[in-house]
């Protein structure tokens, strides 16, 4: 029998989800997780695309993110109606960590994030089963309420060149980016996109403030993406190199096309370069020679590569942000594309601005007249690959990592508990930390960027009725029905309709009242809010560096009012308690000075303690004993164990014997291990302020409880 309930709980803490399959049985369950789980899908798809996209990431990523971690998380965490999948503030994070290394969009960096995603569930797993779960609370509330609320705004202004359909130049810094987007706003704006944009907002806030129950977002998604569709809203056209009238941008457009020969050779001479690196190294070993040169020759040839990967990559970048004016030409009869400012006088344009999108494998220039959309979206699941392991990769992004493990991991237990209170059930914060752990290093085998706890599906899961985690797993398998056999519907699914989503859905987390209420509660807390929020704006794109900041600001300021606690010298009140004298103007014994200190002692605050007690001590000429009230001492280091040692000596030195009223057990268990309550003496300590005193009155004698201020019938 004990063996049976032993295997459960093993059964039970090993997968969860063991707890709630048995209810399954019940068809009534089974129906409402089913229809929660889709009604979530329904909000997630288009969500997950917008916020990989958020991410850097091309959107059918988002896809990606949303297929495995939702079931993992939920078979694994303790929460039964938590949804987990892409979430803005992980999204924004993830693209601010890889910016540094590798431009949004490439190879580079989706291999990057999802190795990212294996570092932080890595982290996550690690904190969970060590039961460190405690440590999310390093962040505190005021630097989060900064950061998001920063984190909002940079997310919300980051959209606004797919709102408007311009292009603008990235700068160093955020607000420089922010700047020239708005210059380009003024100057370029696609009235189109505004306009797609405009009705994917007015869908989104009238439908979900009138019809709350409907789908909103997916509605927004389906309308914008129907009439992109049936306007021909992307116009794509390809045309030839020789069809682009200026020389340099020509001469750029050959050097693309030749690039991806000089790849291919580049392949070609790295897989000799490494077949004869393996031969060498294993005839003559690492510390040879032979060795040494052919790994030369290997590193060199990828750092060749590498150079030149980034040349041909920025260079495709500034032909994307060129734009064209199209003329038919009378010579040859074909559309020529002239620069916006070099378009001749009297020619006749087709009134569209064109970009190039892409180069397509028979040297055609793909442009663009239109709108941007998601594109192709490739179909069928995310095959299953092992993340790579490139170390120093890892270990730039080792803080990143962290940081978004703790700030994903806040924001979903967060939303946990605010649920277990609503349905009366148990969360455990380390069994969760355990769940988001393996939905994100499950996920970055299955291709997806780092994930955590959503608010909105959350929100929308519960309000559903979704009584178990099944809910989630429905989810999943809505997601593998979209990746398998809808994909193609998604092609002319506009770019300013997921800004618009992630616009909407971050606006929720702009709280200016939040500040307020700091203030009012703590204004050193107040204080740390503000910069935090100021510095990750002012730090973006390096939203960790805000952060960081932010929680090192709440740590020193957390030292500096502890290193400086309250110490009161206390009198009779009338009431007959024990007070601030100085406060309320009661009177002190000449021979007796009781000291409250409010405060745990350790190394930052043992010295002002000390300095306070010989100040007390020195203001009283005929002061026979210190009285240190220690009910505020909840803790005491070996640095207060020494300062307490010390002080005793030097007080006994001038005859002034110190003793310790209400010490708390784990403050004087400190005291016993160190041998210090036994050097001092057990007669030294008192249950209370008035069995000290009654000591002391014994030893002072000739009756000088009578006349003593701190006697209660003084009061």
């Known amino acids: 029998m004990i063996n049976s309930t032993v295997l459960h709980l093993w059964v039970r803490r090993l997968f969860p989800a063991s707890a709630w399959l048995g209810e399954l049985r019940d068809k009534s369950v089974l129906r409402t997780d089913v229809m929660a789980g889709i009604t979530v899908a329904l909000v997630l798809i288009p969500q997950s695309m917008a916020y990989a996209q958020l991410a850097g990431m091309p959107a059918y990523y988002g896809l990606y993110a949303a297929f495995m971690p939702p079931m993992v998380s939920a078979l694994f965490g303790s929460s039964r109606q938590l949804q987990t999948g892409p979430v803005a503030i992980v999204s924004i994070l993830t693209a601010a960590a890889l910016e540094p290394l590798a431009t949004a969009g490439t190879e580079g960096f989706i291999a990057y994030a999802i190795t990212l995603s294996l570092m932080v569930g890595i982290f996550e797993l690690c904190l969970g089963m060590l039961r460190l779960g405690a440590l999310v609370n390093f962040l505190a509330h005021p630097v989060i309420v900064g950061f998001t609320n920063a984190a909002a705004i940079i997310i919300a202004t980051s959209q606004l060149s797919k709102v408007f359909g311009v292009h603008a130049e990235k700068g160093a810094y955020y607000a420089e980016t922010i700047w020239n987007t708005l210059v380009a706003i003024v100057h370029s704006t696609h009235w189109p996109t505004l306009g797609l944009a405009v009705l994917a907002f007015s869908i989104i806030i009238l439908v979900g403030r009138f019809l709350p129950r409907l789908p909103y977002v997916l509605i927004a998604v389906v309308v914008t993406t ?52 393996d031969a060498t190294l294993a005839e003559h070993g690492l510390d040879n020679t032979h060795t040494l040169d052919a790994k030369h020759r290997l590193d060199s040839l990828r750092l060749k590569k590498e150079r030149r990967k980034r040349t041909i990559k920025s260079e495709l970048d500034e032909l994307k942000a060129v734009r064209f004016r199209q003329a038919l030409s009378k010579k040859d009869g074909l559309a020529h594309y002239y620069l916006n400012d070099e378009l001749p006088k009297g020619l006749q344009t087709d009134g569209h601005l064109w970009h190039l999108s892409l180069i397509n494998s028979k040297g055609e220039l793909v442009l663009s007249g239109g709108g941007a959309v998601v594109g192709k979206v490739p179909q069928g699941l995310p095959a299953f690959r092992i993340p790579e ?42 069994q969760e930390l355990i769940g988001q752990g393996l939905g994100n290093i499950v996920g970055s085998l299955f291709q997806s960027y780092p994930v955590s706890g959503s608010f909105s599906r959350s929100a929308v899961n519960i309000g559903a009725g979704a009584i178990t985690g099944f809910s989630s797993v429905v989810t999943t398998f809505v997601v593998v029905a979209v990746l398998l056999f809808f994909t193609p519907l998604l092609y002319h699914l506009p770019q300013a309709t997921l800004a618009a989503v992630i616009m909407m859905a971050v606006a929720g987390l702009v709280h200016p009242k939040a500040f307020v209420h700091i203030w009012k509660a703590q204004p050193y807390d107040g204080f740390v809010a503000a910069a935090s929020f100021f510095l990750t704006l002012a730090l973006a794109p390096h939203l960790d560096y805000g952060i960081i900041m932010g929680a090192g600001m709440a740590l020193g300021l957390y030292l500096f009012r502890t290193m400086r606690p309250r110490v009161a010298i206390l009198g009779r009140h009338k009431d007959g308690t024990f007070r601030d004298a100085e406060l309320y103007d009661l009177e002190t014994c000449p021979n007796i000075s009781m000291i409250r200190f409010d405060g745990s002692l350790y190394f930052a605050n043992t010295s002002y303690f000390e300095d306070k007690v010989l100040e007390r001590s020195s203001q009283k000429p005929e002061l026979r004993y210190v009285v240190v009230v220690s009910d505020g001492i909840n803790y005491i280091d070996a640095t207060g164990e020494e300062m307490l040692t010390v002080l005793v000596e030097r007080l006994e030195s001038i005859g002034i014997e110190m003793l310790f009223a209400g010490l708390k057990r784990q403050a004087l268990d400190v005291l016993k291990r160190s041998g210090f309550y036994d050097k001092a003496g057990s007669e030294r300590f008192f249950r209370s302020e008035d069995h000290a005193l009654r000591h002391i009155w014994v030893e002072l004698g000739e009756g000088h409880a009578k006349d003593c201020p701190l006697s209660p019938q003084s009061a």
Not at 399 to 425: D, H, N, W, Y
Request: hydrophobic letters at 50%; aromatic letters at 8%.
């Open 226 to 277: 129907l009439i992109s569709y049936f306007t021909n809203f992307e116009r794509i056209e390809k045309v030839k190199t020789k069809q682009i009238v200026n020389s340099t941008l020509r001469d750029l457009v050959i050097r693309q096309i030749s690039a991806r020969k000089e790849f291919i050779e580049f392949d070609e001479l790295l897989q000799v370069a490494t077949q004869e690196f």
């Open 389 to 430: 392991f490139n170390i120093g990769v890892m270990v730039q992004l080792i803080p990143a990592a962290i940081t978004i493990a703790l700030l994903g991991f806040m924001e979903a237990i967060s939303i946990a508990k605010a649920m277990a209170t609503r349905t009366r059930q148990r969360v455990d914060a380390n």
